[in-house]
């Protein structure tokens, strides 16, 4: 049985599986890991929709900036990554178990709105080729107000290895 058919469903609804899994399977742990749930993930187009819960309270936000923090760009992408990484390991289990995701570069990256805290960010990420272990991906970071409107943040395509 794959990965994806035996993870634990989610009892939330419009969550496919919670923080207890994700954390599971994301190589990157506290303080560093930057996705909270994954709302939807399609293994046969390889696109994942996560979410990420960002209190304000952690620790990089304290000197960017004090008293007007605001989320760096490299988390931005970071976070990105890292859902990109689970649609990797979930989608193409048989290509990457035992494996972590070795960060390639970056491209096409634009900054065009700033994600202040306490904030409900939605993270996108699409597998656009895959060849020799060599993985690139196009992502986007969204906000979502308390009525529900997204805004988008970031969008960026990046590349990884799996190693």
Same mark, same amino acid.
């Given at each position: 049985m794959s990965?994806l058919?035996?993870? !634990? =469903?989610s009892?939330v609804? &419009?969550?496919?599986?919670?923080?207890?899994?994700? @954390?599971?399977?994301?190589?990157?742990?506290? !303080? *560093?890991?930057?996705?909270?749930? $994954?709302?939807?993930?399609?293994?046969?187009?390889?696109? $994942?929709?996560? =979410?990420? @819960?960002?209190? &304000?309270e952690? &620790?990089?936000?304290? &000197? @960017?900036? !004090? +008293?007007?923090?605001?989320?760096?760009?490299?988390?931005?992408?970071?976070?990105?990554?890292?859902?990109?990484?689970?649609?990797?390991?979930i989608?193409?289990?048989?290509?990457?178990? +035992?494996?972590?995701?070795? *960060?390639?570069?970056?491209e096409? /990256?634009?900054?065009?709105?700033?994600?202040?805290? =306490?904030?409900?960010?939605?993270?996108?990420?699409?597998? $656009?080729?895959?060849r @020799?272990g $060599?993985?690139?991906?196009?992502?986007?970071?969204?906000?979502?107000?308390a009525? +529900? =409107?997204?805004?988008? /943040?970031?969008?960026?395509?990046?590349?990884?290895?799996?190693?």
């Open positions: 990965m058919e035996s993870l !634990p =469903k009892n609804a &419009g969550i496919l599986y919670d923080a207890e899994v994700v @954390h599971g399977v994301l190589p990157q742990k506290a !303080p *560093f890991a930057f996705v909270d749930e $994954i709302l939807s993930l399609d293994a046969e187009n390889m696109e $994942i929709v996560a =979410k990420w @819960h960002l209190t &304000g952690e &620790g990089f936000l304290k &000197g @960017h900036f !004090p +008293g007007n923090p605001v989320l760096p760009g490299v988390i931005q992408i970071e976070s990105m990554a890292q859902a990109a990484t689970l649609l990797t390991m989608g193409r289990e048989a290509e990457t178990t +035992g494996k972590r995701p070795a *960060f390639m570069g970056v096409n /990256c634009r900054f065009r709105a700033p994600v202040i805290p =306490k904030a409900e960010i939605v993270l996108k990420a699409k597998l $656009i080729m895959a @020799h $060599i993985y690139k991906y196009s992502g986007e970071l969204l906000t979502v107000d009525e +529900g =409107k997204e805004t988008l /943040c970031t969008k960026a395509d990046f590349s990884a290895a799996m190693v």
